[in-house]
């Protein structure tokens, strides 16, 4: 039948069940569900018959699929699209044929048409259905309600997902053909077209799509898309699709990015790349600006683009720049990212030309400068952008310093990314530098300076050898004007003749003249030279040059006589000069022209690369102090970019990389892993895999490397560096070859310095940290080795011995439920014989070294040895004889010999210094040793015995429970148990306070009384501490200092009786080393006697402004300690710990950061104290600057960060206005507000409290600080009626200042009354106080004992009012009620804190 209709492609599905009226086709009926399954049934039939031609008939079944798709069963639903697919596969098959043949009629032709157009819109449709119900049932997979979901969607999809690559394959296979032959030879229509291509990009908005798995179904796509650009002129259409879905899908950018760049490559569709860029390029910037979804789209694809197929899009690159402008900082990233992937993959290499070097230096201009874009994101972009070029080596050497500089400046960002990429920066830089291997300033320096007179020197040859480029007759035309203008102005002034003729001189001969002028003339002066030449006319008449043609008028003959001298062209030059030129060019005409020029090239091209990695080397040690500040920060991932920029340096051997590697050894105590494990693969990467081919070698290196470290270390590197070790032998990490070296280091058996000695006695006491038995086994070759008869060449390998046999002390606590006994050795093990013998034989004799070593000796003891105490009475004891020895031959020798400088005298008889320091430094120590070893080893045994004991009784109650059981109830025996097991825990807990009063009773009676032996030593200690003037020697009297301090240590009666002498001597004392071993001192004073020390606290806090660094610096980390410790009241002498953040040494500033670093941590105890902290320092006689004043507030006030502080504070600052007695203190306080971020509630504070502050609204510096407060919240948005509010605000503030200005004026006018002067500032700051310049032995007297008693203490009466402690000579007269510092028995502690320590650092 023929057809009298046509189908024409609807644009909703709904269109096909309306008559347009035209001959279009009109699905008839919808068929209802139950009847779809038969229907279906007979479309196969009719397939089978006619072939694809039966959908005329049937295409309303198909339709009415559609129509019921969601009701209709899986199965029909799968049956139909194997059967659509058959159907399209078998007219695919059959139209090349039908289309080939010559007897096609038009109604053929017409129903092809109308089959091909109805099958593929029943296929497109079953395809969009489908893919609808696959990405539905995808998104129930991620909801978590409902069971079985997911097995549901595999069931429903799992055809779609199997036949879905086929049936595009199948579509592609369609577009092959030479379809326009349906439509009379024309175009396609494209409809038909856009429906084929709709199912590829409906198939693409599917989110999965770019899965790894779907990576077939993608590759279809592509092809079935390249078959309709290339056959049917998709292009535009594809454009405008692609731009949209790329606006609008995320997930698409990558995918279409793949398959442009695959069009453009494999089927030369380039122009599509034009198109589409220019499509994006012409977006709006405003209209990108707000959507961000869309912008995301278009960068991914650009930045993907730019990685497939740079070139093609550099060609096309100017259509985006213009959105470099724009607001968006992704649109910004994505084309500077594009740039970075041009200049790697297409402008890299020398051999570019001139335009695509312009290019090349275009993009890396902008991409420069974008480094310092608003964005933080852009600079952290770019800075990434640039790593990538340097590794991959695209960054012309021209362009070096510039970059280098602008990562540098980068690490002062604020943003934690930004500083994080400009040190990943800075390493890459280091990495792929093409200069050397090792990159140190004072190395590269010397050959710069050389090869830079050498290249210096080259050129003056090559400048005397090299011939004129200019004839004399060629400079003589071009000068010729300015010489004609000298000679006519030579003529019209006559004053300046007059003064000059003095001065210009005709010479002797007519030579000798024409010389000079011909000097005057190369110099330029030609106006002497004219005037010289007028001269020489007159008087050398008839002589040569001066003789000649004369020309009508003086001024041409003169400049005649100037061009014959200029040129040479006179006779009397002619017969000397010609023969010298012709010698000359001879010469030059023997040496080659070519070499000296190229030997001169390469030389400067020497310099020049000297001269870059000479300015790199220099800015990479600018870099290095920045970045070894940063290890400290509180974002980790800096802290890990800052190590690993330290382990890079290091390889380079840049001298100050070893500070970096210092720095970070402290961040092996971090409590976040990541960066402890950065610090050990950064040990591990620098001294774990030394080269060398065999093992001896790399362990040499590794022993090296270590040492190195530790030359000149301080104690607390040491520490870190022997947690490091024993983290790597733990893990052994560590070869036993290294070991092996060490020991034959130590022993001698390897030849190397003392030095190198030393560390390695060092290096195997940390690995003894990991592995005790390290030591152990080879206990006796340290001690019959270390402690030898040698050792006094060398007490500090002596120290370092005692200090690694100490490990063995130092065992890890026994596990729960283990008493085992402390490791001890007996008395008369020989280490303790070696011990005693040597710290004897070295007391007689002057060494610098034999002090710690003692100390390291004693110590040793006293944790190693049983009965300690007698080994160290009878080292006493002999060293007591050796110095009354001493002391008896100083007797007899006394009338003989005067008086030594070496020597102390009391009038009656005298001792060498070193002698008298030596014994009250024994004194001291063994003191301190003493107290620790009752406090902790005794304590700790006494504890391990009773609960053995108890155990034991635990255990024999047991067994007789056992017996009970048997003859009484369950019940019963549980109640005895329990009543059993209470009492124990009682006994137990009473049991601690017994032992404890013990130590205690033993302390405070027995150690100090007149039987022991240091009783002998305290009145020679405090003889020698209350006569400086006498005992004047500096070591001495720090030795004394801090002997007394640790005989403090043992009883709270004489440590209260002597604290008086100890301030005062802490507060008057000229030496520096005594002032800081008292503030130690005192510092374990505090912790053990809290209630005695907490009275003189504020001397405690006056050592902050001493005028020593050192002491500043020990006082400030005792304070640290204490008030961290909870063992100190913070309360407003805290401030004087604030004014360290300004002390002019890093050091001491170091300390204050970092402990209000801690403090921060603890509540909201900054919080509390900044209100105290701004009164103290804003006190005009307090003696910190105005300037340094808002540096300490700017750093304390960046740990306020809760809105609630931030609120409080503000009406706790603005109330503080009402008692400002000078304009300093209301300027500081206006200043504060300035540092705090308010919110709404702090500006309701502000209005509120403007009472408080309205009177120093005057004042323009007060007046400035609230406008930047609320030009800052203004900033920062909020809502319109907060605004309102800030508005209402500046109006009143402006009113008021305004108001105060004009009263002011009409003040000074009307009754000439001045205003008030502000405060006068100091020019010098006088915050450090002064020593006192008396050292007369009647200021360090010691003050009597108290007199009362406790029974005193109990009587009621009102407590005293605390008086100020000074310290002068007229103490004496004060009443005691004002000299008693100490507290009501109430908060007396009963029981003392034992101390665990000994003072960490002391100075002698």
């Not at 291509?197 to 908005?205: A, M, P, V």
């Not at 770019?210 to 056959?231: C, F």
């Not at 950065?678 to 040990?683: G, I, M």
């Not at 009970?964 to 306070?993: F, P």
């Amino acid at each position: 039948m023929a057809a009298i209709w046509e189908f024409h492609l609807p644009l909703a599905p709904a269109d096909l069940l309306r008559d347009s009226g035209s001959g279009s086709y009109v699905v008839q009926k919808v068929l209802p569900v139950r009847e779809i399954p038969p229907a279906l049934s007979a479309f196969r039939t009719a397939f089978r018959a006619r072939g694809a031609l039966a959908v005329l008939q049937h295409f309303d079944t198909l339709y009415s699929l559609l129509h019921h798709f969601q009701a209709v069963g899986t199965t029909v639903k799968e049956d139909a699209l194997e059967l659509m697919m058959h159907v399209v596969s078998h007219h695919s098959g059959e139209l090349p044929a039908i289309l080939g043949g010559s007897g096609l009629s038009h109604a053929d032709r017409t129903d092809h048409q109308n089959a091909l157009k109805m099958n593929c819109y029943l296929l497109t449709g079953l395809v969009d259905a489908f893919e609808m119900e696959s990405y539905k049932s995808g998104l129930s997979e991620v909801d978590p309600a409902g069971k079985n979901k997911k097995n549901r969607t595999k069931v429903s999809g799992s055809l779609w997902e199997e036949e879905r690559e086929h049936l595009l394959r199948l579509l592609t296979q369609l577009l092959q053909l030479d379809l326009c032959q349906l439509w009379g030879g024309s175009v396609v229509e494209e409809e038909f077209v856009s429906l084929v291509t709709g199912s590829c990009y409906r198939i693409l908005e599917n989110p999965s799509i770019g899965l790894q798995k779907y990576r077939a179904t993608q590759e279809a796509v592509t092809h079935l898309l390249a078959a309709a650009l290339t056959r049917y002129d998709h292009t535009f259409s594809a454009t405008l699709k692609i731009t949209q879905m790329l606006q609008h899908f995320e997930h698409i950018a990558p995918v279409f990015a793949q398959a442009v760049s695959f069009w453009a490559t494999e089927y030369g569709l380039k122009n599509l790349v034009g198109e589409l860029l220019r499509e994006i390029g012409q977006k709006c910037l405003q209209d990108l600006a707000r959507d961000s979804s869309g912008i995301k789209g278009y960068a991914t694809f650009i930045t993907e683009l730019a990685e497939q197929i740079p070139a093609l899009v550099l060609s096309n690159m100017s259509v985006l720049l213009h959105h470099l402008d724009g607001e968006s900082y992704m649109m910004r990233n994505a084309i500077l990212a594009a740039m970075a992937e041009m200049l790697v993959q297409v402008l890299n290499g020398d051999q570019l030309e001139e335009a695509a070097r312009g290019t090349r230096d275009q993009f890396l201009n902008m991409l420069q400068a974008h480094v310092c874009d608003i964005n933080s994101f852009v600079r952290s972009r770019v800075l990434q952008l640039f790593t990538r070029i340097i590794r991959c080596k695209a960054l012309p050497l021209t362009q070096f310093q510039s970059v280098v500089s602008l990562a540098v400046g980068r690490l002062k960002d604020k943003s934690v990314v930004v500083v994080k990429n400009a040190i990943q920066l800075l390493a890459a830089f280091l990495s792929n530098n093409p200069f050397s291997c090792k990159l140190s300033c004072t190395d590269l320096a010397e050959p710069l300076k050389k090869e830079t007179q050498k290249l210096q020197e080259m050129r003056d040859r090559s400048r005397s050898a090299a011939p004129p480029d200019v004839t004399p007759e060629e400079e003589w035309e071009a000068m010729l004007p300015e010489v004609r203008a000298a000679t006519q102005q030579l003529f019209q002034t006559l004053q300046e003749e007059e003064e000059e003729e003095e001065v210009l001189e005709v010479g002797k001969t007519a030579e000798s003249t024409s010389e000079q002028i011909t000097g005057l003339l190369r110099k330029l002066n030609y106006k002497s030279a004219a005037r010289l030449t007028q001269k020489a006319l007159s008087r050398f008449q008839g002589k040569e040059p001066f003789s000649g043609p004369t020309e009508e008028n003086e001024e041409a003959t003169i400049l005649g006589i100037l061009k014959r001298l200029y040129t040479g062209s006179c006779p009397g030059e002619n017969s000397e000069d010609p023969p010298c030129g012709n010698s000359c060019l001879e010469t030059e005409e023997v040496v080659p022209e070519e070499q000296p020029q190229t030997e001169l090239i390469k030389q400067e091209m020497l310099v020049q690369y000297l001269q870059d990695a000479y300015n790199f080397s220099v800015k990479i040690t600018e870099a290095l102090s920045l970045i070894s500040k940063m290890m400290y920060e509180n974002c980790v991932s800096v802290v890990q970019e800052a190590i690993e920029f330290f382990v890079t340096v290091s390889q380079f051997g840049v001298p100050q990389a070893l500070l970096g590697v210092h720095r970070m050894l402290p961040l092996i105590w971090s409590k976040e892993p990541g960066i402890k494990e950065a610090v050990l693969s950064a040990f591990r990467r620098l001294y774990l895999s030394p080269r060398g081919d065999l093992e001896r070698a790399r362990a040499q290196s590794l022993v090296n490397s270590l040492s190195l470290i530790m030359v000149d270390a301080s104690l607390g590197t040491i520490q870190c560096l022997e947690q490091i070790i024993a983290e790597f032998v733990q893990k052994d990490e560590i070869k036993p070859a290294v070991i092996q070296l060490l020991w034959e280091r130590f022993t001698e058996k390897s030849q190397c310095s003392s030095l190198e000695r030393r560390a390695a006695v060092m290096l195997l006491g940390m690995m003894a940290r990991g592995k005790p038995e390290i030591i152990g086994s080879n206990l006796d070759v340290l001690v019959s080795v270390g402690l030898s008869e040698k050792v006094c060449e060398d007490y500090r390998l002596a120290q370092e011995v005692c200090n690694v046999i100490s490990k063995l002390a130092s065992n890890p606590k026994p596990a729960p439920g283990k008493n085992g006994a402390p490791f001890r050795l007996p008395q008369n093990h020989m280490l303790f014989g070696c011990l005693s013998d040597t710290v004897s034989k070295g007391f007689g004799q002057p060494s610098g070294h034999w002090i710690p070593f003692m100390e390291a000796a004693v110590t040793l003891i006293y944790e190693l040895a049983e009965g300690a105490e007698e080994i160290c009475a009878r080292i006493l004891q002999v060293c007591s004889q050796q110095a009354l020895e001493k002391l008896q031959e100083a007797d007899g020798q006394e009338g003989d010999t005067g008086a030594s400088p070496s020597r102390v005298s009391d009038g009656a008889s005298s001792l060498p210094t070193f002698l008298l320091m030596h014994l009250v430094s024994l004194v001291g120590q063994v003191a301190l040793q003493q107290v620790a070893y009752l406090e902790v080893s005794v304590t700790s045994e006494l504890r391990r015995r009773r609960m053995l004991r108890e155990e034991e009784k635990s255990k024999k109650h047991s067994d007789s429970s056992t017996k009970k059981q048997r003859r009484q109830s369950s019940a019963q025996s549980t109640k005895n148990e329990t009543t059993i097991e209470e009492e124990l825990g009682l006994v137990g807990a009473s049991a601690d306070d017994t032992e404890a009063e013990l130590i205690h009773s033993i302390c405070e009676t027995e150690l100090l009384d007149g039987k022991h032996l240091f009783s002998a030593f305290v009145p020679l200690v405090l003889k020698i501490c209350n006569n400086p003037g006498v005992y004047s020697d500096s070591a001495l009297s720090a030795a004394a200092a801090l002997t007394l301090g640790k005989m403090c240590m043992i009883s709270s009666e004489f440590c209260d009786s002597h604290l008086r002498l100890l301030f005062t001597m802490m507060e008057k004392s000229t030496l520096a080393g005594v002032r800081s071993n008292l503030i130690i001192a005192a510092g374990d004073l505090a912790i053990r006697f809290p209630n005695l020390l907490e009275p003189w606290t504020s001397h405690l806090y006056a050592r902050l402004r001493d005028p020593c660094p050192s002491v500043r610096q020990t006082a400030g980390q005792v304070m640290t300690h204490l008030i961290l410790k909870d063992m100190v009241k913070v309360k407003g002498q805290v401030s004087q710990m604030a004014a360290l953040l300004v002390d002019p040494e890093e050091a001491i500033a170091g300390v204050a950061q970092n402990f209000f670093s801690e403090l921060s941590n603890k509540g909201n105890a900054i919080y509390n104290l900044l209100p105290d902290i701004i009164s103290h320092l804003s006190d005009p006689n307090g003696g910190i600057e105005e300037e340094s004043f808002h540096t300490i507030m700017r750093h304390l006030f960046s740990y306020i960060t809760k809105d609630k502080q931030t609120e409080s504070l503000v009406e706790k600052l603005c109330q503080r206005f009402r008692t400002a007695r000078t304009e300093r203190q209301y300027r500081d306080l206006s200043h504060c507000l300035t540092l705090l971020s308010l919110s709404e509630r702090g500006v309701h504070k502000l209005q509120d409290n403007f009472d408080c502050f309205a009177d120093k609204l005057q004042d323009p510096v007060v007046y400035s600080c609230f406008q930047t407060v609320l030009a800052r919240f203004r900033r920062a948005g909020g809502k319109s009626e907060t605004k309102v509010l800030v508005d209402e605000l500046e109006q009143k503030l402006s009113a008021t200042h305004n108001r105060g200005l004009d009263s002011a004026e009409t003040c000074q006018e009307g009754s000439g009354t001045p205003m008030p002067q502000p405060a006068k500032r100091k020019t010098k700051s006088s915050y450090r106080q002064p020593l006192s310049t008396a050292n007369r032995d009647e200021d360090f007297v010691t003050p009597p004992p108290r007199t009362l008693r406790n029974h005193k203490r109990t009587q009621k009466r009102p407590p005293p009012k605390k008086a100020i402690i000074t310290f002068s000579s007229d103490e004496e007269s004060s009443s005691e009620d004002e000299l008693s510092a100490e507290l009501i028995d109430e908060e007396t502690p009963t029981k003392t804190t034992p101390i665990t320590r000994s003072s960490a650092r002391r100075l002698r």
